[in-house]
Every structure is written in C-alpha cells, then in structure tokens.
C-alpha cells in the first residue's frame, strides 16, 4: 500500500494540490484575486461546489486585500475561523482577529436578548473603530443581525464574507446580505463553514 | 426578505437542523452512535456526501465513545480542530485535546527530517501515556507516519478519526490507515477537514 503513497516534498505539497485543483476546473478560470479564493475553498473541502456557488460582488475580493494590506482587521462569529486565519500575515500588515464568542458577558447579552451569541458578537463589532472584514463562519442569525446594523448605519465593514452553514435560515441570511449594500463573497446555498470563511480570509492574505 | 427569516429559538437552531438532515435523509439511517456522526459531520458541512463516504470499523463508534468517558485524550494535527473539540465536556470526562502543530520544535525537527509537522506531531503522540484518539483532519502524512509507528509497536491508538482532505496522497493515506489494525471512522476519498474531525470527536462527546 506504502508504494503507492506520492512522494511530495512537504513544502510542494500545497502547489501541487493547486496543480490538480486547477486542471479539474478543465480551463474554468477567475480573474484575480477572486480565482485563488475559489481554489483555496476547494482545497480545504475538497468540494467543487464552491467553483460553483462562490458569489462576488463587483470588485469585492480585490476590495478586501487591500483593506487587509491597509491593516483592517477581521471579525469573525467563530473560533475555528479565528485559529484558521494566518494571523501572522494579517499582523504584519497592521490587523488582527477578533471573536467575542467565549466572553461571558456575550453569552449572558445573548441569554438576556434571547437571541444568539453570534448576533451579540456583530453588535461588539459595530463597537470596534478601524476598517472591519467581518467573516461569519458559522451562524446566519449574525448575517441577519449584521444587515440591521448596516441599516441602522451602526456599522459599514469594508467587506463581508457570509459564509454561515447549515439549514436553518442560511441561505435566507445569505441572500439577505447581498442586498446590503456591502462588498460582499457569499458561498450561496447552506454550504460553508468555519474552514470556507478562513480560506477567504487566507486566500486574501497570501495575494501578492 | 426578512419576513422569510424561520423563527426558531437560539436553543432550538441545532435540534431542528437535525431534524431537517434526518428528513432529508428519507429513512435511511445508522445505528448509534454512528448515526449521531454521520448527522453531524452533515450538520458542519451541509455535505451530505457525509452519508454517502463514513466508514466505520466494527464498532469503532462505540469504542470511541466509552474511550472517551474513560478520560482518553485526544491528539489532532490540526489547530482548526482543537480548537472545534468541545474541551469542556471533554474535560469533565478526564481528558484533553493535544495539538504539536505550533510548537517551534515540532516545525525545527521537520525540517530537519525533510517531512512535515504533521508527521512529527505523531512521533509526539507516541510519547504520550493513557488512551488516545487520534483525530487527524488535515495531513495525510500524519496518516502515513501513524501508520509506520503502529506497525513498529510505538503507539496503539483505541480510535483513529482519518480525516485528512485533500488532493495529494489523501486516498491512498485514508486506505492506508484502514488497513492498520486499529479502529476506525474514515470519510473515504478526498474529503474530510478540520471541521469534520472535530464533527466526529464532539458527535461521540455528545453521546448519553
């Protein structure tokens, strides 16, 4: 079994998963940088749906690099995202990560309002100065909570990435977003997930 | 578009997700506690290729579960992951999630020894006392070492959760590991992820 293992230096690994990735899309491209942001959601999923369901609004992909190469930084709804994102790279740039899901008082707000965590967190965000990527990984209640906010004119994060999972109003949330007013990337449908949101996010940080 | 927001309950969001996994469906269904995974790893992705590719060795569900109210821990190559285990519940049984992946050690010897982090990570776990799950969700190469260091007699995990994702080697590492002798929950094929590693360790976690 051993002998058919592909011998691949560790650090080519990543390029030749781009490789293959790349030549199943059978000559389906993207411009840049909305391309490496389709690849790099396939490569952590290993699901094609995303060269699929992957929606940019005008200029989106190229509006958040160069936030983050501003120093925005980027608020996200869920933990797994925050670990996932190269917070090294956004550092160097001047951003950084914040996810208030495990503060007590989030959990008490939401308890108190009878809404979600997720949706207290967009209301912490909207507290936060300096430009915000928000990329929700998790839960569609902060989608909804978040287009309230928009309207209210309580916060404008340069871009959102509305990438909740699931089937209890996810694509509702999702398709709601897109009509913010927002720079926006949304996997539409119920796909998407904690890895999705930070392979946008990562996708953005390693454009050159 | 608000209007068509579902109103359910923060507490209620999970129950009815599942409940709309278990309809979608349509009566196919698993013994527990594999159909406790299966939902979940569903519930995480929105993929229902999740009922189409879980494999389970004899009993390994079950196995997995009674390993861990024993106090197993559980060591998983990817920070992601980690950081997606619920540490609470699994610490209220005894155990604790390991993670080698950032330690400037674990990235010195790769170098070293030409291989990945991943790789060492499981030179580490070998090192460890008491029961292990090992709960990989991102490197085949960790798949393939643990392989190696099984069949030199250096670890005797009571649960492998194979669930690199991924283009290079990922199949051949997932058919590799099954053949090893010990217990296993394998999504066969390409896909798998941190997310769904911590899907399988929070599903068995949440066992009554």
């Known amino acids: 079994m051993l002998e058919r293992i592909e011998l691949v230096k560790p650090a080519d690994i990543e390029a030749r998963s781009m490789e293959i990735i790349r030549q199943e899309l ?105 430009e915000l990527v928000i990329a929700v990984g998790n839960a569609p209640t902060a989608l909804i909570r978040l287009f309230e906010l928009i309207q209210e004119g309580s916060i404008r994060p340069v871009l959102i990435i509305g990438a909740p999972v699931g089937f209890v109003n996810v694509v509702e949330a999702k398709e709601l977003i897109m009509t913010a007013g927002v720079p926006y990337i949304v996997p539409k449908g119920r796909k998407g997930g904690s890895n999705i949101a930070a392979a946008v996010c990562n996708a953005m940080l390693y454009q050159k």
Chains 1, 2 share one sequence.
């Open 26 to 130: 059978q000559g389906e491209t993207w411009p840049e940088p909305e391309f490496s942001i389709v690849k790099r959601c396939i490569h952590t999923s290993a699901d094609f749906d995303y060269a699929r369901n992957l929606c940019f609004s005008k200029d989106a992909a190229k509006i958040g690099v160069e936030a983050l190469k501003r120093g925005a930084s980027i608020v996200t709804d869920t933990r797994m995202a925050a670990s996932g994102i190269n917070k090294k790279r956004l550092a160097e740039y001047g951003g950084e990560v914040h996810c208030f899901m495990d503060a007590p008082e989030v959990a008490e707000e939401a308890a108190r309002k009878g809404c979600t965590r997720a949706a207290v967190c967009m209301d912490r965000a909207a507290g936060l100065s300096g």
